[in-house]
Structures are given as structure tokens and as C-alpha cells.
């Protein structure tokens, strides 16, 4: 495969399956990609797992990685990859898919923003990590998922340790690089119009589509050819 690599980055609680069903429609459009385990949803994640450690895995890839990165976050993704290629020289473009896009200087947790649904969902851990209550989450996040690809999905959620939402990013990477966000309009987990938002005061590009929170899972062949457009569109130099 020649062209940009796809570095890909869940959602909390989610992990480098989350992309399972994306990457063979990439593998057919030929577009090389790249998943992650963000250390925070791990099984046994450390008692500072967060924002900081997650983004910093992040970047130690983009150092692994030859050629120009398209660097696309899903959900709490967004505010990783949006840490993670601050002055990256090989990121050429964000892609923000149903994803919080936060701004420096104000903390993240002062940012998010969910559904009324979304937040009647959340569930703590003992030890302080944060996930979805287990009937709740297919219709939040994979309501337009098929049946067996749900399933599948929920039973490998992991809580999450977020333990440094509070802090403020001192920069974020789509004021200096182009981004794209992929407007999920059926999304009931973050809520459309804060992705409108985004979309339209943040990014350089806005894409809509009648996705759920999870289009890698539920449309991951509509999702292959948006990224596929976009990294057709980043030059690589010879």
C-alpha cells in the first residue's frame, strides 16, 4: 500500500477491536492503518491512566509510523488525538468521528458534553473507573449496529480510568492542523449539536452522515470510504 497511514483511536472503554470490522474495508480501498490500545481501557490500567499516559502511547506510535499520519479519534478519542499530534511533524490531518474536539486552557471535563441518556448510563467501579451500564449501552452506542456485532462489542467494554480530566491541555492540535469531523447525526451518546459545533467553529471540513456514536462498528464500509477520501487528498512526498 503506498499513500498516508490511518492511525486509529477508540473510544473509552473500547480498544483496538473497536475497529475490527473497518480495517478489512480499508484493506480493500487500500488504504494502509494502524490501531491502538489506549492504556486507560486496559484490564489492569495504573492508578494515573488518563488523558496524559493515553496520549503519549499515541504519539510513541505516530513516532513508529514512515510517511504522513490521518490521525481520526472516536469519542473520547477525540480529546486524545487532539493532545497526542501537538507539533507532530508526520500528522497531516485530524479526523474527529462523533468525537469531543476540546479547546486549551479550560478542563476537559468542563467540556464534554453527553445525551440525557448517556449520562443516566454511567456506571462506577469501586476503584473510581468510569463505563456504560451493560443493558443501556446498544442503545447509546450501537443502536444501528447489527445484533451479533453489538453483543460482541459490549462484552469487551472495559471501565475506564480517566484520572486527569481535570486538567486543561496548554495546546491542541487542530488549531495547526487541518481536520475533518464526521458529524454523526443519530448519535445518542454525544449530542449532534455539539458535534455541529465543532464541526463548524473548530474544524476546517464538515462531513454529516446518519450515523450512531460507533460507525465503525455499525457502518464500517460508509466510514472506510470517508477516510479513504480524505487521505487521497493529503500529498505524500516522493
Known amino acids: 500500500m503506498s499513500g498516508p497511514t490511518v492511525v486509529l483511536v477508540h473510544g473509552a472503554g473500547a480498544g483496538a477491536w473497536a475497529w475490527e470490522l473497518l480495517g478489512p474495508e480499508l484493506d480493500e480501498l487500500g488504504v494502509a492503518h494502524v490501531e491502538i490500545d489506549l492504556p486507560s481501557s486496559g484490564s489492569e490500567p495504573a492508578a494515573d491512566a488518563g488523558v496524559v499516559g493515553d496520549a503519549a502511547a499515541v504519539r ?32 497531516a490531518r485530524l479526523v474527529y468521528v462523533a468525537a469531543f474536539m476540546p ?6 471535563m468542563n467540556q464534554l458534553a453527553a445525551t440525557d441518556e448517556f449520562m443516566a448510563a454511567l456506571t ?15 442503545g447509546i452506542v450501537f443502536q444501528q449496529a447489527d445484533a451479533e ?15 486527569d480530566m481535570d486538567i486543561a491541555l496548554p495546546a491542541v492540535a487542530w488549531t495547526a492542523i487541518p481536520s475533518t469531523y464526521v458529524v454523526c447525526t443519530e448519535d445518542r451518546s454525544i449530542p449532534p449539536s455539539y458535534q455541529r459545533q465543532c464541526a ?4 476546517t471540513v464538515k462531513i454529516e452522515a446518519p450515523f450512531d456514536h ?19 487528498e493529503v500529498t505524500v512526498a516522493p
Open 60 to 91: 510513541d506510535l505516530l513516532d513508529s509510523v514512515t510517511g504522513p499520519v490521518v490521525l481520526v479519534g472516536n469519542s473520547y478519542g477525540g480529546v486524545v488525538i487532539s493532545a497526542a499530534a501537538v507539533d507532530h511533524p508526520a500528522v
Open 103 to 108: 479547546e486549551a486552557g479550560i478542563p476537559i
Open 124 to 138: 462506577f467501579t469501586e476503584d473510581g473507573r468510569g463505563g456504560l451500564d451493560a443493558d443501556a449501552v446498544a
Open 149 to 163: 456485532t453489538a453483543r460482541a462489542a459490549i462484552a469487551r467494554l472495559r471501565p475506564a480510568r480517566l484520572s
Open 200 to 203: 463548524t467553529e473548530r474544524a
Open 214 to 232: 460507533s460507525p465503525g462498528g455499525s457502518h464500517p464500509s460508509e466510514l472506510a470510504a470517508i477516510l479513504a477520501a480524505i487521505t487521497a
